[in-house]
Every structure is written in structure tokens, then in C-alpha cells.
């Protein structure tokens, strides 16, 4: 046999074993599962999502994406105020999408009859790992953006329902964990909080899962401990104000979920839990469950 047959055959079997390699790996990825909703495209809607930036008097610079109904530009009406919080990881571009998705779910429900237009205001974290929440060191203030600069700024700026009644929180994976802290934190802001799989750490998996986010924002667990959602849901146990929690099939946010909702139970608050059939991703679970969580934003409003 020659010497190029030999390479030949030689390279063809490396093509096939490394062929055979990639489709292994690819179907052991957990992004294997989400990938179908991350590769949508644009998603059609009727109203308009801005990007703004402004100078906050106690964060600073700050930019944000806002939803506007269709017809807000051109009425008198106001409107009552979703806040939703992205996920780790989460840069500007893919902060738009996000906020573009959440419009088009607040579309459906509108045509569907279920609830009435609302703004979405949707904040970014530029390091993509801030937690929403304020560094021990002052040197990031994520959650004072959002409560202290971003809703007033909201308020002043567009026809808002500016009091809790008009206003609820949501959040996915870490902002999961952002809506609860912030939400229980903050009664007085915000009538409802929906934890779309949640990352809902405590300080052990924070800190030996997410080493470099619990160095550069927590430090030490005392200081976690000062916005660790288990406290503030304990701290908000007699408080008004309406929980609405979807956990999917990735196994971190199951296990979370395991610790998280006994704990809320024991706190003896009632809430609206839902299992969900989708992988890490709030395309699939918007999809899903979007309908019930407008109904539940419904309630959640009329009821005060």
C-alpha cells in the first residue's frame, strides 16, 4: 500500500473519531438543550424597546432597555411596571433580546385578554455577575441602581402607576435570585415577585460553585448573609406581597429550588409554585407558563 493511501486512510479515521467526538460532547452540553431558544430569531412586536442611559444620583451611569406599549406615545394612559432582571453572563445586546421577548409575552397576554398593557423595564448588569446586589467593598451597587436610581428615574420619566401597586419584579437564574432578595428586601416597591428557575444560593454553593462572584461581591458570608433571599423571605414572612416561582429540569436550580421552597413554606407564606418541562431557558418557560404568570400579575394588582 502507498504511502498516500496510508495518509489517506490515516486522516479519514481521524475526521470520523473526531466527528464521533464532537457529537458526544455537543450532546452532553447543557447548552445542547437550550440552544433551540437561543437561536431564535427576532421576535415581532407591536410596541418599541429603547435603550437608555442616565446618571443615577447614587449608582451612577446606568443603561437600561424599556418596553413601551403600542400607543404609548401618543396617549395619556399609565402604566403599571414589570422589572425584569436578566442572568449571569447576560452582556447588552442579548439584555435587549431579552426585554424584546418579555414585550411580546406582555402582547399575548394583552390580545389574550389576560392583562392589560404594561411597561417592561428591563436593567443590565454589565459584568454579567453582579448578583443584584451591592458589593461588600461599595464598589458595585447593583441593587441600589435598581431601587434607588432606576425606579425613580422610571417614575419621573414615563406615565407609570408610581406606587407598589403598580409596579412587580421578575427575574431569571441569578436574576432569580435578584427578584427575591430585592423583592422581600423592598415590600414597599413592589405588590409581586416571579423567580423564573431561580439561582437561589445560599452561602455553600455560592462560595464553593461561584467562588469569583462570592469573593468579588460578598467576601464573607456575614456579609451575604445581608442579602441571602433566605433571610429576606423570613424577614418579609407577614408582608403583602405575592410569589409566583417556576423551577425547570437543570439539576443546579432543582437543587436550589429543593432548599428554597421548604424554607418559604416554613416562613408560612403562600405561593404559586410550577414544575416546568424546560431546560435552563426563559424563552422556553415564558413560552410555557407566561399566560399563568400574567394571570397571577393580575391578581396580584386587583387584589389591593
Not at 464521533?20 to 450532546?27: D, H, N, Q, Y
Not at 404609548?72 to 447576560?90: F, I, N, P
Not at 428586601?185 to 460553585?209: Q, Y
Amino acid at each position: 500500500m502507498s504511502i498516500l493511501k496510508i495518509l489517506i486512510i490515516g486522516l479519514s479515521a481521524l475526521v470520523v473519531s473526531a466527528s464521533a467526538g464532537i457529537t458526544l460532547f455537543w450532546e452532553q452540553l447543557p447548552i445542547r438543550l437550550v440552544w433551540p431558544y437561543v437561536a431564535q430569531p427576532a421576535l415581532p412586536i407591536t410596541g418599541k424597546v429603547q435603550k437608555i442611559t442616565f446618571i443615577g444620583t447614587e449608582a451612577g451611569e446606568q443603561t437600561f432597555f424599556i418596553y413601551l406599549p403600542p400607543g404609548y406615545e401618543s396617549g395619556e394612559q399609565r402604566y403599571r411596571t414589570l422589572y425584569h432582571l436578566h442572568g449571569a453572563g447576560v452582556r447588552e445586546s442579548w439584555a435587549g433580546y431579552d426585554c424584546n421577548k418579555v414585550g411580546e409575552g406582555v402582547e399575548k397576554a394583552v390580545a389574550a385578554g389576560i392583562i392589560e398593557p404594561m411597561i417592561v423595564v428591563c436593567p443590565i448588569d454589565p459584568d454579567g455577575n453582579r448578583m443584584w446586589s451591592d458589593s461588600f467593598d461599595g464598589q458595585y451597587l447593583a441593587s441600589t441602581a435598581l431601587t434607588k436610581d432606576l425606579i425613580p428615574y422610571v417614575d419621573a420619566n414615563y406615565r407609570t402607576i408610581a406606587e407598589r401597586n403598580g409596579r412587580a419584579l421578575q427575574g431569571f437564574s441569578m436574576g432569580g435570585f435578584g427578584a427575591a432578595t430585592n423583592g422581600f428586601r423592598n415590600p414597599e416597591l413592589f405588590s409581586a415577585i416571579i423567580i423564573w428557575d431561580g439561582a437561589l444560593h445560599d452561602w455553600n454553593t455560592l462560595s464553593t460553585n461561584r467562588e469569583t462572584i462570592a469573593n468579588k461581591m460578598f467576601g464573607t458570608e456575614e456579609y451575604f448573609n445581608e442579602w441571602s433571599p433566605y433571610k429576606w423571605a423570613t424577614r418579609a414572612a407577614d408582608v403583602d406581597i405575592d410569589l409566583f416561582m417556576v423551577v425547570g429540569t437543570m439539576g443546579a436550580t432543582r437543587d436550589f429550588a429543593s432548599r428554597y421552597r421548604p424554607h418559604l413554606e416554613s416562613t408560612g407564606r403562600d405561593f404559586i409554585y410550577h414544575d416546568s418541562a424546560c431546560p435552563h431557558s426563559i424563552f422556553c418557560m415564558t413560552d410555557e407558563l407566561g399566560d399563568q404568570s400574567f394571570a397571577f400579575l393580575v391578581n396580584s394588582f386587583d387584589k389591593r
